[in-house]
Nanobody, 118 residues
Protein backbone atom coordinates (compact mmCIF):
# COMPACT_ATOMS: atom_id res chain seq x y z
CA UNK A 1 0.00 0.00 0.00
CA UNK A 2 1.18 3.51 -0.84
CA UNK A 3 -0.52 6.82 -0.22
CA UNK A 4 -0.14 9.61 -2.77
CA UNK A 5 -0.77 13.31 -2.19
CA UNK A 6 -0.76 15.83 -5.03
CA UNK A 7 0.02 19.52 -4.64
CA UNK A 8 0.91 22.55 -6.73
CA UNK A 9 -2.34 23.11 -8.59
CA UNK A 10 -3.95 26.49 -9.01
CA UNK A 11 -5.03 29.20 -11.42
CA UNK A 12 -2.62 30.19 -14.18
CA UNK A 13 -2.80 32.38 -17.30
CA UNK A 14 -2.62 30.81 -20.76
CA UNK A 15 1.03 30.41 -21.73
CA UNK A 16 2.07 30.19 -18.10
CA UNK A 17 3.78 27.40 -16.19
CA UNK A 18 3.02 25.27 -13.18
CA UNK A 19 4.76 22.38 -11.43
CA UNK A 20 2.77 19.65 -9.76
CA UNK A 21 4.20 17.44 -7.03
CA UNK A 22 3.13 14.02 -5.80
CA UNK A 23 4.44 12.94 -2.41
CA UNK A 24 4.46 9.20 -1.74
CA UNK A 25 4.22 7.63 1.70
CA UNK A 26 7.12 5.28 1.03
CA UNK A 27 10.08 4.77 -1.27
CA UNK A 28 9.21 5.01 -4.95
CA UNK A 29 12.51 3.61 -6.22
CA UNK A 30 11.07 0.10 -6.45
CA UNK A 31 7.68 1.11 -7.85
CA UNK A 32 7.33 -0.20 -11.39
CA UNK A 33 5.91 3.02 -12.78
CA UNK A 34 4.23 6.25 -11.80
CA UNK A 35 2.06 8.53 -13.82
CA UNK A 36 -0.09 11.62 -14.10
CA UNK A 37 -3.67 11.47 -15.30
CA UNK A 38 -6.22 14.23 -15.61
CA UNK A 39 -9.98 14.64 -15.75
CA UNK A 40 -11.22 17.69 -17.67
CA UNK A 41 -14.64 19.05 -16.65
CA UNK A 42 -17.37 16.74 -17.89
CA UNK A 43 -14.92 14.33 -19.50
CA UNK A 44 -13.31 10.96 -18.81
CA UNK A 45 -9.98 10.58 -17.07
CA UNK A 46 -7.08 10.55 -19.52
CA UNK A 47 -3.40 9.73 -19.47
CA UNK A 48 -1.00 12.67 -19.33
CA UNK A 49 2.42 11.11 -18.76
CA UNK A 50 4.14 8.09 -17.22
CA UNK A 51 7.63 7.27 -16.01
CA UNK A 52 9.07 3.84 -15.18
CA UNK A 53 11.58 2.86 -12.52
CA UNK A 54 14.15 2.93 -15.32
CA UNK A 55 13.16 6.52 -16.20
CA UNK A 56 11.51 5.63 -19.49
CA UNK A 57 8.81 8.24 -20.18
CA UNK A 58 5.63 8.39 -22.21
CA UNK A 59 3.41 11.39 -22.98
CA UNK A 60 0.01 12.02 -24.42
CA UNK A 61 0.24 13.68 -27.83
CA UNK A 62 -1.59 16.72 -26.51
CA UNK A 63 1.17 17.55 -24.01
CA UNK A 64 4.34 16.46 -25.81
CA UNK A 65 6.91 19.22 -25.89
CA UNK A 66 5.11 21.15 -23.15
CA UNK A 67 5.00 18.84 -20.12
CA UNK A 68 7.84 16.96 -18.43
CA UNK A 69 7.41 14.13 -15.94
CA UNK A 70 10.22 13.35 -13.51
CA UNK A 71 10.85 11.63 -10.20
CA UNK A 72 13.13 12.24 -7.23
CA UNK A 73 13.60 8.91 -5.50
CA UNK A 74 15.48 10.48 -2.58
CA UNK A 75 12.44 12.64 -1.82
CA UNK A 76 9.83 10.00 -2.68
CA UNK A 77 8.27 12.55 -5.00
CA UNK A 78 6.92 12.59 -8.55
CA UNK A 79 6.74 15.85 -10.53
CA UNK A 80 4.96 17.21 -13.56
CA UNK A 81 6.39 20.40 -15.03
CA UNK A 82 3.76 22.06 -17.20
CA UNK A 83 4.77 24.83 -19.60
CA UNK A 84 2.91 26.77 -22.28
CA UNK A 85 -0.37 25.95 -20.60
CA UNK A 86 -3.59 26.13 -22.58
CA UNK A 87 -7.22 26.45 -21.45
CA UNK A 88 -7.67 22.86 -22.67
CA UNK A 89 -5.28 21.74 -19.92
CA UNK A 90 -7.82 22.71 -17.27
CA UNK A 91 -8.56 19.58 -15.26
CA UNK A 92 -8.15 17.78 -11.98
CA UNK A 93 -4.72 16.16 -12.12
CA UNK A 94 -4.12 12.82 -10.43
CA UNK A 95 -0.94 11.03 -9.41
CA UNK A 96 -0.90 7.24 -9.79
CA UNK A 97 1.44 4.35 -9.02
CA UNK A 98 1.87 0.92 -10.57
CA UNK A 99 3.63 -1.65 -8.41
CA UNK A 100 3.19 -4.62 -10.76
CA UNK A 101 2.69 -4.54 -14.53
CA UNK A 102 -0.18 -6.99 -14.39
CA UNK A 103 -2.09 -4.97 -11.78
CA UNK A 104 -2.01 -1.62 -13.51
CA UNK A 105 -2.18 1.74 -11.79
CA UNK A 106 -3.93 0.72 -8.60
CA UNK A 107 -2.86 3.52 -6.25
CA UNK A 108 -4.22 7.02 -6.73
CA UNK A 109 -4.07 10.41 -5.10
CA UNK A 110 -7.15 12.56 -4.61
CA UNK A 111 -6.15 15.09 -7.23
CA UNK A 112 -5.23 18.75 -7.52
CA UNK A 113 -7.14 21.32 -9.58
CA UNK A 114 -5.40 23.13 -12.43
CA UNK A 115 -7.28 25.98 -14.08
CA UNK A 116 -5.87 27.77 -17.12
CA UNK A 117 -7.81 30.95 -17.82
CA UNK A 118 -7.34 34.62 -18.62
Amino acid sequence: QVQLVESGGGLVQPGGSLRLSCAASRSISNINAMGWYRRPPGKERELVATITSGSSTNYADSVKGRFTISRDNAKNTLYLQMNSLKPEDTAVYYCAARVFDWRGYEYWGRGTQVTVSS
